[in-house]
Every structure is written in structure tokens, then in C-alpha cells.
């Protein structure tokens, strides 16, 4: 079953609006988990690395103010999309580390496919 | 920069048929790289993966993906194809001390079996 959940995997939001998506490690604690997003056709993007209890590492041009990232638990991070535009409609992947017993091991998300109107 | 090349878009294999999907990465150093099968409503599952060693690496779901510095390529295979096996399949670099970190992905190869 799957280790990492992501909700919700669908969102239709109006222009101007903030969406939220969680991203919950199932059955292991994650100290860190990535974003990714994916436009059509093109590669999954690291969008930004959550840290446990430390703001979040961004890559170059993902605006964190547009972007929030919160990971405020061990086993939970939520991505926040403030105000957003019909160019922010995308997928949003999330991935998990679990780094038990000295090896590690990346789970992800199912997705949330963000259409904005 | 790191990058990947999927050059295939969509590949259609009947049952039963090998199967072969190209990737070609850009890396300055010995590369991490994985492949990744994503399913209707999933996530992404790891398949194998390559740090060093061995260059013929093992996966899981009777895949296997060849390592060839020369090329710069890491393509994937399988001997005989399964309906099941219809997916979209992700090549991957990364960094980090387990090749997870800063995950750069291809843009993915659409995997249809036909009877």
C-alpha cells in the first residue's frame, strides 16, 4: 500500500484563491520531503526541499512567497499556493525520505493535478 | 547542470515482446541514476537504480537497465513485456549521498502493450 499520501489528487480553484496540498508520510518519520511539479510533456521539477522544524530550500525561480511551504511535523508537509493564477495549474508531486536503519529510501505522492479557472 | 533525455514520447509493444527505453543523461561526475514506473492514479515507484559497481543493474518487475559511461546512457529493458506493464516510465538523475537529493527527471516515455 502506499506509503506516502497526497491530498487532495484533484483541486479546481478560482483565480485568486490559496490552495493547500498535504503531503503525509504513512508508516515512517520523514525529516525531509520535496516538491516537484510537472507541466504537460515536460520533466517533474524539484520545486523546493522541506525540512522538519527549518524553512524550506528553494530552487532557483520557484517564488517562495508564491509557493508556501510548512513541514511543521515529521510526518507532514503542506505546499501552499497563494493567490493563485491559471499559470500555476499543474501537477504537484511530493516525495518523502526515509532514512531508517542507515539506508535510504525516497516514497511518493500519487499527485494533486491543481486546475486554476 | 544535470539533465535527462527521454527521447521517446510513447512506445507501443505487444504482450510479450522485448522492450527497450532510451535515456541519456548530462552529469559531471559519476552519475546516480533510477528509473521510475508511474501508474494510473500512483505514485512514483522505484524500479533499480545505479551508484556504482556493477554496471548491469537488477530491478524489480523482471526490468534491467544497462550503465554505459561512453554513451551516457541508462537504458531500460525488459525480455518479455506484460499487459500490466502499461505505465509512464520516469529515468532520473540525482546527488546526494543516495543519489535522492535535487532528483532531476526526463520528461517520461508512455508505455502502451497491445495483445
Known amino acids: 500500500g502506499a506509503v506516502v499520501s497526497q491530498h487532495p489528487s484533484r483541486v479546481i480553484c478560482k483565480s485568486g484563491t490559496s490552495v493547500k496540498i498535504e503531503c503525509r508520510s504513512l508508516?515512517?518519520?520523514?525529516?525531509?520531503m520535496f516538491w516537484y511539479r510537472q507541466f504537460p510533456k515536460k520533466s517533474l521539477m524539484l520545486m523546493a526541499t522541506s525540512n522538519e522544524g527549518s524553512k524550506a530550500t528553494y530552487e532557483q525561480g520557484v517564488e517562495k512567497d508564491k509557493f508556501l511551504i510548512n513541514h511543521a511535523s515529521l510526518t507532514l508537509s503542506t505546499l501552499t499556493v497563494t493567490s493563485a493564477h491559471p499559470e500555476d495549474s499543474s501537477f504537484y508531486i511530493c516525495s518523502a525520505r526515509d532514512r531508517a536503519g542507515g539506508r535510504e529510501k525516497l516514497f511518493f505522492g500519487s499527485g494533486t493535478q491543481l486546475s486554476v479557472l | 547542470a544535470q539533465s535527462v533525455t527521454q527521447p521517446d514520447i510513447h512506445i507501443t509493444v505487444s504482450e510479450g515482446a522485448s522492450l527497450e527505453l532510451r535515456c541519456n543523461y548530462s552529469y559531471g561526475a559519476t552519475p546516480y541514476l533510477f528509473w521510475y514506473v508511474q501508474s494510473p492514479g500512483q505514485g512514483l515507484q522505484l524500479l533499480l537504480k545505479y551508484f556504482s559497481g556493477d554496471t548491469l543493474v537488477q530491478g524489480i518487475k523482471g526490468f534491467e537497465a544497462e550503465f554505459k559511461r561512453s554513451q551516457s546512457s541508462f537504458n531500460l529493458r525488459k525480455p518479455s513485456v506484460h499487459w500490466s506493464d502499461a505505465a509512464e516510465y520516469f529515468c532520473?538523475?540525482?546527488?546526494?549521498?543516495?543519489?535522492?537529493?535535487?532528483?532531476?527527471f526526463g520528461t517520461g516515455t508512455r508505455l502502451t502493450i497491445i495483445p
Open positions: 532520473a538523475v540525482g546527488a546526494g549521498a543516495f543519489g535522492n537529493e535535487k532528483l532531476t
Open positions: 508508516d515512517f518519520q520523514a525529516t525531509t
